[in-house]
């Protein structure tokens, strides 16, 4: 009996002197998009294709936590984008080319580092069309101001507060990695939001140094150079070689039984136009700087539990090219969302543009819905009709 007891009293010293071990958990979850879109002008041709990732991109994740006491717990994400018809990597072929981090995070906010989302979309994009039933092509032309998360941002750090009375606020540094000049491809950003009931706010700004290879130029598994224009929208692509990319953002939406009504404004700058040997191409010698003014009204409507219908009309005005007219766009987005469960819904959306005066790159301006191929005239609409599943 002696040695019994004795060796219980042995075996639960012995345990007693080993650590517990920390809860932990991954979880594997993902977001299928699939739809069929009719564009009436893809570079003058009418177009029926099958697009993949348009109310919400096509995804596959892992993302995990382990709780390591007092308060702390470890914490990553990877993430993929992928297009259903191909079975291709998104995000320029990158294998976690959405979302790729590790972090801490402590009872007075979280610090992440790796391949992130700057603080306009985390503050800002949540009020807009395009976050909510509009999907891509119910973004601001382009999406010249970041508001529909087009670009991540490599080698960041980031900070995320904890929620004090509705307001979170944050932070984000991307390193340049350029030897001897530390301000070169960085980028950093800014933003806070509130919530209190029905209504939402979010304000933010962006600053990003020779945006063409560091901000635009991150969907991409090769190493660029400022030889390449890595804009494609003709909204914005003449201004490559700007030096500085700056975007000042705030939104609000505001909830009132069924309805919602949403408002956003953008300010985007390209300055320090003329930086070929190290931001990118200049073909039609611009100096000086380029702005865009955006403003977003939205009203959703919660129609029955299942079935939300929405509205909204955009406008941009650009700055004049080389004493030009400026660029103008008018859009139009209407949809309706229709839930069959908690994870599966089916949508339709349909998306008008109208272009005025003379895009960036010198010439009368072209209707270029977001995501979808550029109009050969200033105006073009888009519908898709789709179908959503989250796991």
Do not use: C
Request: hydrophobic residues 35%; proline residues 2%.
């Amino acid at each position: 009996m002696k040695r019994r007891i004795s060796y219980v009293l042995t075996t639960l010293a012995m345990g007693a002197a080993v650590p517990a071990f920390a809860q932990s958990s991954v979880t594997l979850y993902g977001l299928i998009d699939e739809g069929l879109e009719y564009n009436t002008n893809a570079g003058g041709h009418q177009q029926y294709s099958m697009v993949s990732g348009v109310h919400g991109g096509s995804r596959f994740g892992l993302r995990g936590t382990e709780d390591l006491g007092g308060g702390l717990k470890a914490i990553f994400r990877l993430e993929n984008g992928s297009d259903v018809n191909s079975g291709k990597l998104g995000q320029g072929g990158l294998m976690f080319g959405r979302q790729a981090y590790v972090g801490l995070t402590t009872p007075y906010g979280t610090v992440t580092m790796g391949r992130q989302y700057d603080s306009v979309v985390d503050y800002v994009g949540p009020v807009t069309v395009g976050d909510q039933w509009g999907g891509t092509i119910g973004s601001h032309p382009g999406d010249l101001d970041n508001f529909d998360n087009t670009q991540r941002v490599n080698n960041t750090v980031k900070y995320t507060s904890a929620t004090y009375d509705g307001v979170t606020f944050g932070g984000m540094y991307s390193f340049g990695g350029i030897a001897g000049n530390t301000g070169r491809n960085q980028v950093w950003s800014l933003g806070a939001g509130y919530t209190n009931g029905p209504l939402l706010l979010g304000i933010a700004y962006l600053n990003a140094r020779n945006p063409n290879v560091s901000f635009f130029g991150t969907s991409s598994s090769s190493t660029l150079t400022a030889a390449t224009n890595n804009i494609t929208s003709p909204v914005y692509s003449g201004y490559a070689s700007a030096s500085t990319y700056e975007v000042a953002g705030a939104g609000g939406n505001y909830t009132f039984g069924a309805s919602t009504f949403g408002a956003t404004y953008s300010y985007t700058r390209f300055s320090g136009l003329g930086n070929a040997a190290t931001s990118g191409p200049n073909v039609l010698h611009y100096t000086g700087s380029a702005f865009f003014n955006n403003v977003e009204v939205s009203y959703k409507y919660q129609l029955t539990p299942a079935l939300v219908l929405g509205a909204e009309y955009d406008y941009t005005h650009g700055s004049s090219v080389q004493g030009r007219d400026a660029a103008q766009y008018h859009q139009g987005t209407v949809g309706a969302d229709y839930f069959l469960s908690k994870r599966t819904d089916i949508y339709v959306i349909g998306v008008y543009q109208k272009a005025l005066g003379f895009d960036s790159t010198g010439k009368s301006a072209v209707a270029a819905i977001n995501q979808v191929t550029a109009a050969s005239t200033n105006h073009q609409a888009v519908v898709r009709l789709g179908f959503r599943h989250t796991f």
